[in-house]
Nanobody, 116 residues
Framework: QVQLVESGGGLVQAGGSLRLSCLASGSIFRLNAMAWYRQAPGKQRELVAV???????NYADSVKGRFTISRDNAKNTMYLQMNSLKPEDTAVYYC??????????WGQGTQVTVSS
């Protein structure tokens, strides 16, 4: 059974930083593509950043240059370093794991609130 647990969310002032973590269990972590999504109130869930099993990364235009996605396969953990946070970054952030067979799993989410 794959389980994903996010942590690191919280309340921060605009311009501040947070680092989110996603701990995965129940799968061979290094084989999976991982991603961060977010969902703001009243909006659809959107892709923030993705990192492939080989380490290739891609970002939404809205976070390029401010957010950095990374993974530590030895710790079964993915990270999202968020700098220069803006109020519009406020959302619930979810991690998603995609297996080589294209099955995906979601974490429960962690709230990020950026005050102006």
């Amino acid at each position: 059974q794959v389980q994903l647990v996010e942590s690191g969310g919280g309340l921060v002032q605009a311009g501040g930083s947070l680092r989110l973590s996603c701990l995965a269990s129940g799968s061979i972590f290094r084989l999976n593509a991982m991603a961060w999504y977010r969902q703001a109130p009243g909006k659809q869930r959107e892709l923030v950043a993705v990192i492939g099993s080989g380490g290739t990364t891609n970002y939404a235009d809205s976070v390029k240059g401010r957010f950095t996605i990374s993974r530590d396969n030895a710790k079964n953990t993915m990270y999202l370093q968020m700098n220069s946070l803006k109020p519009e970054d406020t959302a619930v952030y979810y991690c998603r794991l995609t297996t080589p067979g294209a099955i995906y799993y979601w974490g429960q989410g962690t709230q990020v609130t950026v005050s102006s």
